[in-house]
T-cell receptor, first 109, second 113 residues
Framework: GENVEQHPSTLSVQEGDSAVIKCTYSDSASNYFPWYKQELGKGPQLIIDIRSNVGEKKDQRIAVTLNKTAKHFSLHITETQPEDSAVYFCAAARGKLIFGQGTELSVKP | NAGVTQTPKFQVLKTGQSMTLQCAQDMNHNSMYWYRQDPGMGLRLIYYSASEGTTDKGEVPNGYNVSRLNKREFSLRLESAAPSQTSVYFC????????????FGDGTRLSIL
């Protein structure tokens, strides 16, 4: 079955810097790759997703890139702000969604 | 606009007790899901319901049952709680044509002693 590995587990950046979180997946047939943001005490919130027929997708300060050959995808957050501090999860799906282990992002003012 | 509402928010049970976790969505979504979240393991799918009247097993269904009561409500039942079921449980929903969760509730934190 699908396995998703996410790195790093924790990430600390200064406000205004960029943050990059990387995920690898094992099932080459996976075709949907969402990213979720989870704030303390809340449920995950879908922030961006990409399908396998697209290499990159942007939404304001957030972008996701997909390399199908290498079976990895990444989340890029530019001009980070303190409110970006949260746990971020990647996931991959062919049928059922398999989640990565999460990255705790801390943005220091 | 409530979205996905889960009750209760917190619960402590003793081993062997039973309990039903409630979930309701007000977005007229067809698909609903139950996940559990454990430290260092991300979220794992317990059961899902693609439409009213249908349910299917996910990755970790053992020890759980579900009921899709109507289009709005999807409940998760623990018949005989075990300490290994201590977790945070999330319900989610998605719109017609979407096969993956889009909106999550804020979770039920369940401790089993």
């Amino acid at each position: 079955g699908e396995n998703v590995e996410q790195h790093p587990s924790t990430l600390s950046v200064q406000e205004g810097d960029s943050a990059v979180i990387k995920c690898t997946y094992s099932d080459s047939a996976s075709n949907y790759f969402p990213w979720y943001k989870q704030e303390l005490g809340k449920g995950p919130q879908l922030i961006i997703d990409i399908r396998s027929n697209v290499g990159e997708k942007k939404d304001q300060r957030i972008a996701v890139t997909l390399n199908k050959t290498a079976k990895h995808f990444s989340l890029h957050i530019t001009e980070t702000q303190p409110e970006d501090s949260a746990v971020y999860f990647c996931a991959a799906a062919r049928g059922k969604l398999i989640f990565g282990q999460g990255t705790e992002l801390s943005v220091k003012p | 606009n409530a979205g996905v509402t889960q009750t209760p928010k917190f619960q402590v049970l003793k081993t062997g007790q039973s309990m039903t976790l409630q979930c309701a969505q007000d977005m007229n979504h067809n698909s609903m899901y139950w996940y559990r979240q454990d430290p260092g393991m991300g979220l794992r799918l317990i059961y899902y319901s693609a439409s009213e009247g249908t349910t299917d097993k996910g990755e970790v269904p053992n020890g759980y049952n579900v009921s899709r009561l109507n289009k709005r409500e999807f409940s998760l039942r623990l018949e005989s709680a075990a300490p290994s079921q201590t977790s945070v449980y999330f319900c989610a929903s998605s719109d017609t044509g979407q096969t993956q969760p889009q909106h999550f509730g804020d979770g039920t934190r369940l401790s089993i002693l």
